[in-house]
Nanobody
Framework: QVQLVESGGGLVQAGDSLRVSCAASGRTFSNYAMGWFRQPPGKEREFVAVINWSGGIKDYTDSVKSRFTISRDNAKNTVYLQMNSLKPDDTAVYFC?????????????????WGQGTQVTVSS
């Protein structure tokens, strides 16, 4: 069993940067691929970024490529999402998710554990 707790969300202005974190419980964190998803107001939850167990493979949805960076620290059981050049369209609740597999995946059903989410609001 893995428990995930996100933190670091907040209210920022367009063009600002923000880093959200996800702390995981459990001793096998390094065995899991980790993903970030987001749910904008009134919309479905969507894929944002994924990182494999070692951090050697990362991928992003097109709308955040070159602006967002996913990383992980297996010694701290934590995954991060650094968000730069934020836009109002990035406003959403951001969720981290863990997958009981080392490889990357892009759909919600591929992930086994979810955090409670952290709100990111970008004002124009």
């Amino acid at each position: 069993q893995v428990q995930l707790v996100e933190s670091g969300g907040g209210l920022v202005q367009a063009g600002d940067s923000l880093r959200v974190s996800c702390a995981a419980s459990g001793r096998t964190f390094s065995n899991y691929a980790m993903g970030w998803f987001r749910q904008p107001p009134g919309k479905e939850r969507e894929f944002v970024a994924v990182i494999n167990w070692s951090g050697g493979i990362k991928d992003y949805t097109d709308s955040v490529k070159s602006r967002f960076t996913i990383s992980r620290d297996n010694a701290k059981n934590t995954v991060y999402l650094q968000m730069n050049s934020l836009k109002p369209d990035d406003t959403a609740v951001y969720f981290c998710a863990a997958r009981r597999s080392a490889g990357v995946a892009y759909t919600r059903s591929d992930y086994n554990y979810w955090g409670q989410g952290t709100q990111v609001t970008v004002s124009s």
